[in-house]
């Protein structure tokens, strides 16, 4: 089946600096990819949606300075969290939805602590 | 405004019973119904979906059941296993329209042994 891969599957960083996690679908062109944020015990919260080629849909109350992606291509989503504070701690989950909007493929997520 | 409301927020089931998981949703057109199982620290993985042509679907021992016109689905997993135990989403889209899948808030399932 197809497979997203996320990376890093866990990340420290301090705080004040920048972190990135790529997500990439490994055997299907992914057109959209949705970035998704969740916190212990709850739901995911959409963050942003990104179609390849053009600028990210951010939701509201996101900060797109702050949340940057980029989907450069159609394998390859990356999202960047700049100037990192200890409350964006949290897990990252990528989603990438083939042509034919499948949305079953779901990132292992990345854990995001930042000290 | 949540615009999907899932429920009960936690079940414990003894091995071997039914767990039963409800979901109801706002937007008429949402069109798109899936099920996610996570385990902590994992990503959702898909169990099952549904799509408002058909009132239910059976994958192994997994079933959803939709009503229409109430706005409401369910996950009914049978016979169900210790291995089972984990977060369960219930989610929808206007699949159509490419849109993301708006999730509702989980419900963790223990399944004692």
């Known amino acids: 089946g197809a497979v997203v891969s996320q990376h890093p599957s866990r990340v420290i960083c301090k705080s004040g600096t920048s972190v990135k996690i790529e997500c990439r679908s490994l055997?299907?062109?992914?057109?959209?990819m949705f970035w998704y944020r969740q916190f212990p015990k709850q739901s995911l919260m959409l963050m942003a949606t990104?179609?390849?080629?053009?600028?990210?849909?951010?939701e509201q109350g996101v900060e797109k300075d702050k949340f940057l992606i980029n989907h450069a291509s159609l394998t390859l989503s990356t999202l960047t969290v700049t100037s990192a504070h200890p409350e964006d701690s949290s897990f990252y989950i990528c989603?990438?939805?083939?042509?034919?909007?499948?949305?079953?493929?779901f990132g292992q997520g990345t854990r995001l602590t930042v000290v | 405004q949540q615009q999907v409301k899932q429920s009960p927020q936690s079940l414990i089931v003894q091995k071997g019973g039914i767990s039963i998981i409800n979901c109801a949703y706002e937007?008429?057109?949402?069109?798109?119904f899936p099920w996610y199982q996570q385990f902590p620290g994992k990503g959702p993985a898909l169990l099952i979906a549904?799509?408002?042509?058909?009132s239910e679907k059976k994958e192994g021992r997994f079933t959803i059941s939709f009503n229409k016109s109430a706005k409401q689905f369910s996950l009914h997993i049978m016979d169900s296993q210790p291995g089972d135990s984990a977060t369960y989403f219930c989610?929808?889209?206007?699949?159509?329209?490419?849109?993301?899948?708006?999730f509702g808030k989980g419900t963790t399932l223990s399944v004692s042994s």
């Open positions: 989603s990438a939805q083939d042509r034919w909007g499948s949305f079953a493929f």
């Open positions: 055997d299907f062109q992914a057109t959209t």
């Open positions: 990104s179609n390849e080629g053009s600028k990210a849909t951010y």
């Open positions: 937007n008429t057109a949402f069109d798109y």
């Open positions: 549904i799509r408002p042509d058909v």
């Open positions: 989610a929808a889209s206007i699949e159509q329209a490419g849109t993301a899948l708006i």
